[in-house]
């Protein structure tokens, strides 16, 4: 999936007409149950879910990958087919979602571990 419109539109403001947006200082990766779309739908609720902040490498070829391992403990019974990157740990600005390769099914307590380097963005 590419990044939301509202992310494009930025990117695409700041590169060809100067403008500045207030980007984010930190990023929290969120899981989803089915495609965010644009606005971040169908994140996991339950269990001991939260997003996790996530630190990301230099831009290379068009794409940035996690920088080091992000977990999810304590995880709800569920079905995570979706990620997400947002400017907050809650609320916050959904900036870019994309779906797994595969589809990683959980029962309560578990945890998900994306390694270093497994979430990667690409700029398309």
Known sequence: ???????????IDKLLRNTDFVHPTSLYVSLHTADPAQT??????????VRKAVTFTAGALKASANSGDVEFTG?????????G????STGG?????????????????????????DLTV???
């Not at 709800?76 to 087919?81: D, R, S």
């Open 85 to 88: 990157l947002w400017s907050a």
């Open 122 to 124: 690409t700029l398309t």
């Open 40 to 49: 971040g739908t169908n994140e996991v609720t339950g269990g001991s879910y």
């Open 75 to 83: 995880m709800p019974t569920i079905t995570v087919t979706h990620i």
């Open 1 to 11: 999936m590419p990044f939301t419109t509202v992310t494009a539109n930025k990117i």
């Open 93 to 117: 600005n959904f900036w870019w979602g994309g779906s797994l390769t595969v589809s990683k099914a959980l029962t309560a307590g578990d945890t998900l571990k994306i390694p270093t380097g």
